[in-house]
């Protein structure tokens, strides 16, 4: 065994301690933040249903949580059903270097949703610190079109998302339990999602 570990005491108790952790914010996201979990997924299945597409975009673990979310919707979550229309804006190697180099980091996703986003749209940006400035610009674009937006940031709200048609805290100032806890909303919303979806095709 490695020698730090040849005493696993420390270790378990830190597992221990970050479930613990994990557990105590989702109660507080339970009691404080149902509503706007669900006000998010009405927003995302209101958008699918009238033939919109969803934008999704981050940076770092955001990026790859930005990417779930859509793989989710394009291929499926817990049900069989057809694909959803959804884009992550960060998948374009070409696009994010051809704007990165010409226009500067902060464009990388202002300008694809210049681009491709329209009313009816939405877009989920997630940004742990919510202050990055290409998700920044990424909303104003967004909102310039009649863009719907939703922003998943942690403890800190700002003047910057202050015109976000939604803006979900998640209030720990740990990167890894926010970034934890955006997961955890974003399965929740395509499980509503795809909730709703059925319920229309049943009663049809």
């Known amino acids: 065994m490695v020698a730090p570990f040849h005493d696993t005491g420390w270790a378990t108790d830190r597992v221990d301690e970050s479930f613990g952790d994990v557990a105590a914010l989702a109660d507080r996201l339970r009691q404080n933040s149902a509503t706007g979990i669900v006000r998010a997924a009405e927003l995302v299945y209101a958008s699918l249903r009238s033939g919109n597409k969803i934008l999704a975009c981050g940076n770092g673990g955001s990026a790859a949580e930005a990417q779930h979310f859509i793989a989710e919707l394009v291929g499926r979550f ?93 209030p720990d100032s740990s990167t890894a339990r926010v970034q934890e806890m955006h997961l955890v909303i974003l399965h929740m919303i395509c499980d509503m999602v795809d909730i709703a979806l059925e319920a229309d095709s049943l009663s049809q």
């Open 78 to 170: 817990l049900t069989e059903r057809e694909p959803l229309a959804g884009v992550a804006l960060t998948v374009d190697t070409s696009i994010l270097t051809a704007v990165g180099n010409d226009y500067g980091y902060d464009e990388v996703f202002a300008r694809q949703v210049k681009a491709i986003g329209k009313a009816g749209d939405v877009l989920l940006a997630i940004s742990t610190s919510g202050r990055s400035p290409n998700v920044v610009k990424a909303l104003a674009a967004a909102r310039d079109r009649g863009v719907t937006t939703i922003a998943l940031v942690g403890a800190e709200s700002n003047a910057d998302l202050d015109a976000c048609d939604l803006v979900i805290n998640i």
